[in-house]
């Protein structure tokens, strides 16, 4: 017997990302071109690099909101992981052309101009990726999204870029050395590589079909070992992910004169604290007779 949760439209936040997206690369654009600082072009570069995995994310979040059908058995929720994939190589991407810009900096040294109201500009834009940042990440966290979650974390990633940027700028105004420039650009290039490849690794997890952590397995085992005994066990356990859904199925031994009425109310019961001991938990229970050798078989885990 298997039951299914109804799946969440995430992609409400994922417009508020885009909006933001927008507004901050407008914000850092002129702060770069009043200071002409490859440092705040850098960090300007690393939020277009946001307005793009933002709207991937919106595709990724409206495909993963879609009913299982004909085609999709088992739901859409997979396609967060491509976004967050596709967000990595975008955020590595991004970090090359911004070496590529700091060395060519760094060998054409150029003096900074108003930096005091770029350096405002870029902060005003820092405060507004910070505030939806948090947003996003709480709402990751609270719907299970990887999509959500990676796009909070990137930009919570430019906050930081943005504030090493400010106060680099600000050393290159004071000291006058302009070397400082390029040099500040190239470590924020690194961050975003980082961030990049942490990315990719977690999703590639995800696409993978990992088990749950070994909390939620616990919780899981928790809600088994309350109905052992008498007849009744458990074997062949599995657990899986799959964007925010989550995914068990598992044997149910019952004694083997036990009517299929009473076997299909011990399944209902266990798996309804199932659902409640895990949230967006969907469960495939299979019913076998205890007293039969083959009910015992289980497909190899190493």
Request: overall charge negative; hydrophobic content about 50%.
């Amino acid at each position: 017997m298997t039951t299914r949760n109804p799946r969440h439209d995430l992609s409400r936040f994922a417009i508020l990302s885009i909006a933001t997206a927008i507004a901050v690369i407008a914000l850092k654009l002129i702060a770069w071109r009043i200071t002409g600082s490859v440092g705040l072009l850098s960090d300007a570069l690393e939020s277009v690099v946001n307005l793009v995995a933002a709207v991937g994310a919106f595709v990724a979040l409206r495909v993963a909101a879609k009913p299982p059908d004909s085609g999709h058995n088992f739901g859409h929720t997979k396609a967060e992981y491509f976004s967050a994939v596709f967000e990595g190589v975008l955020i590595v991407v991004a970090a090359v052309t911004i070496i590529v810009t700091a060395v060519d900096r760094f060998i054409h040294p150029r003096e900074l101009e108003e930096v005091g109201v770029g350096l405002g500009i870029s902060l005003v834009a820092t405060a507004i990726n910070a505030g939806v940042g948090c947003i996003l990440i709480r709402a990751g966290r609270r719907h299970r999204s990887l999509t959500l979650e990676a796009d909070g974390k990137h930009l919570m990633t430019d906050v930081l870029t943005t504030v090493g940027v400010v106060v680099g700028v600000f050393l290159v105004a004071v000291t006058g050395w302009l070397p400082l420039d390029p040099l500040i650009a190239v470590a924020v290039a690194v961050n975003i590589i980082v961030v990049g490849v942490q990315l990719v690794r977690r999703s590639g997890a995800g696409l993978m079909d990992s088990a749950l952590p070994d909390e939620l397995r616990a919780a899981i085992d928790e809600v088994l070992d309350r109905h052992r005994g008498d007849g009744i066990d458990f074997h062949d356990i599995r657990t899986r992910e799959a964007g925010h859904e989550r995914f068990v199925q598992l044997h149910m031994l019952v004694p083997g004169n036990w009517s299929v009425q009473r076997a299909h109310d011990l399944t209902e019961t266990v798996e309804g604290e199932l659902r409640a001991a895990v949230a967006d938990l969907n469960v495939t229970m299979h019913v076998e007779p205890v007293n039969d050798p083959r009910a015992y078989e289980d497909w190899r885990l190493d």
